[in-house]
């Protein structure tokens, strides 16, 4: 069965095409490589024997899109295509709401054209905005994200809710990831940021590496067990399993649904580095440095819908998630090259 995935060269997706893969789906790429590079094709080759389709290009190319599901019997789409960067979302926020909700509607106009009707979407903890209440819960109301990407999210779950009221009969899945780290065990595929890594692993294996000098842990007096931020780390293998297990939901029913996607419990920035040191063998080098603009003090995920009705839950630990980090920064210090 085929599986069209946007945006499958990149981080997430091509973690959910090596799994996709191994049960049996065969998927269907379409990447334009602004944010990966197209030898991860390779790598997924390399892990589970078979080298999905590709199709280089821009998910708000409609001719593109039309000649993909005429080529192809697609059941249903993944969607991970877009940009992702939320302090950059700030200065070019006409960039990210053409990239992520204008090339979500072409995207869903295709599908709608193709009669393909079923889709997961890669939506965020960050539609959950400033809410101080945790966990955060699919029945609480959606909050004011802060920035451009957060609100591209909640667009894009907003058009496809309206959708559905409009055309009951698609099969739409929200899933709403917490923060994906780790890597695939093998140490052949994991996170490759361009540039001054935004987020806490990649920087941390960077200072591993030696490729940056010290980790800046941002604020040490926020109201949590060690004054450093809480947050539900999800391992990337986990994630990826939560996508087939959705899948699979929304093959089975129409309407809309979300879900968490996270652990259900959170770990302090502090907790994080010490469980890095223990793999890692050594002392990180890290210094306090004052709060990032933006970060939340605690939230996590509840994580019960998820686990009835996907009979789904994540199975790897933090120490799993460091681990592989690590194994996938030190195997490949440069990334994909
Ligand atoms: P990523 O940048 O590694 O992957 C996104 C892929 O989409 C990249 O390969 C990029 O080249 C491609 N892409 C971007 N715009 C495109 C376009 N217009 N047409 C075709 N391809 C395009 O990001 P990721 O971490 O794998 O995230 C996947 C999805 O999950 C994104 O939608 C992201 O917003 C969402 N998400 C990510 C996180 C996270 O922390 N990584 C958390 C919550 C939600
Ligand atoms: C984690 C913790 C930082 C870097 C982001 C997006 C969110 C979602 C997941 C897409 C925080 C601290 C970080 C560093 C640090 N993405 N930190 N030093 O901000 O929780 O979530 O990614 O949807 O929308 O906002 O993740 O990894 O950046 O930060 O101390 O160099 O690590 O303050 O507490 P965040 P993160």
Same mark, same amino acid.
């Given at each position: ?9 990149? &981080? ?12 049996? &789906? ?109 966990? &955060? ?8 994200? *802060? ?25 739409? *899945? ?49 109201? *949590? *067990? ?112």
């Amino acid at each position: 069965m085929k599986i069209l995935v946007t945006g499958g060269c990149g &981080y997430i997706g091509s973690h959910t095409c090596v799994q996709l893969i191994h049960q049996g &789906y065969e998927p269907v790429i379409i990447d334009n490589l602004c944010n990966s590079k197209e030898m991860v094709l390779d790598r997924i080759q390399e892990i589970t024997g078979q080298k999905p389709q590709f199709y280089q290009g821009d998910i708000r190319d409609k001719t593109l899109l039309k000649q993909i599901f005429s080529e192809n019997k697609i059941d249903s789409v993944i969607h991970f295509a877009g940009l992702k960067a939320v302090g950059e979302s700030v200065h070019k926020p006409l960039e990210y709401y053409d990239c992520n909700v204008y090339g979500s509607l072409i995207l869903f106009e295709a599908m709608r054209d193709a009669n393909v009707k079923k889709i997961i979407f890669s939506s965020s903890a960050t539609v959950y905005g400033t809410q101080p209440i945790v966990p &955060y819960v699919e029945t609480m109301e959606t909050g004011e994200p *802060t920035q451009p990407y957060g609100r591209s999210k909640l667009f894009i779950e907003k058009i496809l809710q309206d959708l559905i009221v409009a055309e009951p009969d698609w099969s739409i *899945t929200l899933l709403r990831y917490f923060n994906p780290v780790g890597a695939h065990p093998s140490g052949l595929m994991g996170e490759d940021p361009q540039g001054i890594p935004n987020n806490l692993m990649p920087y941390m294996t960077q200072v591993a590496i030696g490729k940056r000098k010290s980790l800046a842990v941002f604020g040490k007096d926020y109201e *949590t *067990t060690d004054g450093t931020c809480v947050r539900d780390y999800i391992h990337v293998m986990d994630l990826a399993d939560g996508h087939l297990a959705a899948l699979k939901y929304n093959q089975e029913q129409t309407g809309s649904h979300i879900f968490n996607l996270g652990s259900g419990h959170g770990n302090s920035v502090l907790e994080v580095i010490a469980a890095f040191e223990d793999v890692f063998g050594k002392k990180l080098a890290w210094h306090f440095a004052p709060r990032r603009a933006g970060d939340l003090p605690a939230y996590w995920a509840d994580a019960n819908k998820a686990k009835e009705l996907l009979h789904w839950e994540t199975k790897l630990s933090l120490h799993d998630m460091v681990k592989d980090s690590w194994n996938w920064q030190r195997q490949n210090p440069k990334g994909f090259v």
